[in-house]
C-alpha cells in the first residue's frame, strides 16, 4: 500500500482524497475524503481572471487540507487544477499561493487529461459487474466545463467541452449582478441553446450515441441522485452506484429551474454552494441524456480524484 493524497481544484470547488493505494489489486482504501465550495471560477468567464477573493477563499481551503494530508503523513501529493485556472490570465499568482502552502505546483491539466483522469476514476471498480454493458460514456459536469470520454477497459475518445453549472449560470442566468430567481423561459432556452451546441462540439470527438452506460459524475449529478431519493441529508453511499431516469432527471430539472433560492436552500441534501448553480447543472445531464438516448445515468461517488490518486500511486 502507499499512502497518496490527490487535490482537485475545480472551477466551483476543491477536494481532497487521502487513501492508501494498491495498484497491484485494484484497491484503494479511503482514509479522508472532503469537499469545500470556494468558486475559484467566480467571474472568470466575463472578466478572464480569478477574482481575489476567489483565490483567498481557495487557498483558505488549501491550508486546511495541508494539515490533513500531514495529519495522515501521506507519502505522495498531485495537485491537479482544472477549467478556471486553465482559462485565466492570473493563474500564476494561483500556482504561486498552492506551491508556498502545499509544497506542489499545481498541474493545470487540459481537458483531455481531465477526462482520461475521471474515466480511470469512475470504471475502474466496475469491472466485472457484468450488468453493465459496455461501452460507457462517462460524463463529468463541472463547474465549468463538462468532460465526455467513452471506453471500454481504456479510453477510446475525449472530449472537455464549457458547459459546466457555474459557467452556464453565470452566463445565462444572471441580471443586474444577481441570478434569476427563477429563470425566465428566454434564459432557459438560451441555456439550453448553448449545451446543444457544446453537444454538437463534443459529438464530433467522441462517439456519444456508442455508449451502452451513462456514468454520471460530480456534484450536479449526485446532487440531482440525492433530490430524486429524497435524501434527509447528504448520503454519499446511497448515492454511489444509484439509478436515476431519465424521466425522473426531467422532472428534477423542471422543479429546479421553476423553483426560489429558498425553495432550493430548503433541499436537505443541498449543499449551500449548489443552490444557485444547480439549475444549469441538471439541465446540461438532462441534455446530455436526451442527446444519447439514455434511459438511465449510472451515479458515481468516484471520479477524477479517485483517477488522480491512482496516477499518484
Known amino acids: ?25 485494484g484497491e484503494l482504501v479511503e482514509l479522508d475524503r472532503r469537499m469545500t465550495i470556494v468558486r475559484l471560477g467566480q467571474d472568470v468567464d466575463r472578466t478572464g481572471r480569478l477574482a481575489p477573493e476567489a483565490l483567498q477563499r481557495t487557498f483558505a481551503a488549501c491550508r486546511e487540507y495541508a494539515g490533513i494530508i500531514k495529519e495522515h503523513g501521506a507519502q505522495r501529493l498531485r495537485f491537479v487544477a482544472t477549467s478556471a485556472s486553465r482559462d485565466a490570465e492570473n493563474r500564476d499568482e494561483f500556482v504561486r499561493g498552492v506551491l508556498d502552502i502545499l509544497g506542489v505546483e499545481p498541474e ?24 453493465l454493458a ?4 462517462v460524463v463529468d459536469i463541472g463547474g ?12 477510446r475518445a475525449a472530449r472537455s467541452v464549457d458547459i459546466g453549472c457555474v459557467r452556464m449560470t453565470e452566463r445565462h442566468l444572471i441580471r443586474d449582478g444577481a441570478v434569476t430567481d427563477p429563470p425566465s423561459e428566454e434564459q432557459i432556452a438560451a441555456m439550453r441553446a448553448d449545451i446543444d451546441a457544446a453537444l454538437d462540439l463534443a459529438g464530433e470527438t467522441v462517439p456519444l450515441r456508442e455508449a451502452r452506460t451513462l456514468v454520471g459524475l460530480a456534484g450536479s449529478v449526485t446532487t440531482v441522485s440525492a433530490i430524486a431519493q ?14 436515476v431516469s431519465r424521466e425522473k432527471v426531467r422532472e428534477i430539472t423542471d422543479w ?51 483517477g488522480i490518486a491512482w496516477s499518484v500511486a
Open 1 to 25: 500500500m502507499t499512502r497518496v493524497a490527490a487535490v482537485d481544484c475545480g472551477t466551483n470547488s476543491i477536494r481532497l482524497l487521502v487513501a492508501d493505494a494498491d495498484p497491484a489489486t
Open 144 to 155: 465549468g466545463s463538462t468532460e465526455f470520454v467513452v471506453g471500454d477497459d481504456h479510453v
Open 108 to 131: 493545470v491539466i487540459s481537458g483531455d487529461q481531465e477526462a482520461e483522469f475521471s474515466f480511470t476514476g469512475a470504471t475502474k471498480e466496475l469491472a466485472g459487474r457484468d450488468h
Open 230 to 243: 429524497e435524501l434527509p441529508e447528504y448520503d454519499s453511499a446511497a448515492i454511489h452506484h444509484s439509478r
Open 134 to 137: 459496455k461501452p460507457y460514456l
Open 256 to 306: 429546479l429551474l421553476r423553483s426560489t433560492h429558498a425553495e432550493r436552500a430548503a433541499v436537505p441534501s443541498m449543499h449551500p454552494g449548489r443552490v444557485d448553480v444547480i439549475g444549469a447543472g441538471a439541465l446540461v445531464l438532462l441534455s446530455i441524456m436526451e442527446r444519447i438516448g439514455a434511459e438511465e445515468v449510472v451515479v458515481s461517488e468516484h471520479d477524477i480524484l479517485d
